[in-house]
């Protein structure tokens, strides 16, 4: 995958996959604060899909709504669930969309499963979709040997996949499972949680990354569709959006990223906020809900 370097330009949308929604390279998520005349700045650029995520955040809705007024259509939303009962799943995809005075969403992801969801937790998903609610199902892990059962159900037309520079093995085991029918593929944690911006991680001898490199770094990877950006307002919005201007990496610049990320990955892992993270996710898979939430 080193040499497959995408050459057109990051500005440019592409297919999300089996979801055959036309999508920007860049998506903005709701959890560090950026929102209101940010976002309409941002779709005026090009960049259409929005996450409204772990945080719902009243200022990220109300540039959702006025982009929706004006364009629902060229809007891709995507908004997150981390239940894990049936029922609270469906509540809380109608309170988002009551929130946003919309129908429906174009992506309803399935948050952090380690293992495929039980068929309970599909199957509401599932009714939600023939219900209009939402148009396609997203699920995300932190658990790549899971990506592959993830990737040929066909309930789910897009995954979203841990990658950087730092977290590089979904090139072995999980990009390489895409195969023809592929689904629809978002890259977070870009940044590795800040950590790839830290000076006093990066070896004296090379130029510390800025959030910039690493989403150019992921966008550089044929594999992904789209890099999840989370600005904390129109200053780093800006930068975000300058990843597209730059364009993809040359050999150099990732052979440079590489090298730093191997090292961050290092050094920074145990006791990181990002270790703990880890320890969250091993939890998470072993996890089995307990029957009164079975509904």
């Known amino acids: 995958l080193d040499c497959m370097v995408e ?7 592409v297919t999300f996959g089996r979801t055959g929604l036309s999508v920007s390279r860049l ?10 005349a940010d976002l309409e700045r941002a779709f005026e650029r090009g960049v ?20 929706a007024r ?22 809380s995809v109608e309170s988002a969309l009551r929130r946003l005075g919309l129908d429906h969403v174009d992506l309803l992801t399935l948050g952090w499963w380690n293992e495929r969801p039980p068929q309970r937790i599909v199957d509401a998903a599932l009714a939600l979709q023939q219900r209009g609610k939402v148009r396609h ?6 658990h790549r040997p899971t990506f592959e059962q993830l990737i040929a159900d066909p309930a789910f037309g897009a995954v979203m996949v841990r990658y950087s520079a730092a977290h590089p093995g979904a090139e072995r085991e999980v990009f390489p499972h895409l195969g023809e029918r592929r689904p629809g593929v978002l890259g977070f944690t870009a940044t590795r949680w800040g950590t790839l911006l ?7 001898e090379e130029r510390t990354p800025t959030s910039v490199d690493c989403y150019r770094f992921v966008l550089s990877n044929p594999a992904v569709n789209v890099s999840l950006a989370g600005p904390k307002d129109g200053a780093q919005l800006d930068l975000a959006l300058s990843a597209l201007d730059r364009g993809p990496m040359d050999a150099d610049e990732l052979a440079w990223m590489r090298r730093v990320g191997a090292v961050v990955r290092t ?20 996890l089995r809900t307990p029957a ?3 509904r």
């Open 267 to 286: 050094h920074a892992r145990k006791g990181s906020p990002v270790d703990t993270l880890d320890k969250i996710a091993t939890a998470f898979r072993k």
């Open 48 to 67: 259409n899909f929005m996450f409204w995520g772990l945080r719902r955040t009243a200022t990220f809705a109300a540039g959702v709504k006025s982009i």
């Open 7 to 13: 050459t057109a330009s990051l500005h440019d949308k």
């Open 137 to 142: 199902l997203m699920i995300s892990s932190h």
């Open 70 to 91: 004006k364009d629902r259509e060229g809007l891709v939303l995507a908004i997150q669930s981390y239940s894990r009962s049936a029922l609270l799943m469906r509540l």
């Open 198 to 204: 830290s000076r006093e991680l990066v070896p004296a």
């Open 292 to 294: 009164s939430a079975q």
């Open 27 to 36: 998506a903005i998520g709701s959890s560090y604060g950026v929102g209101g």
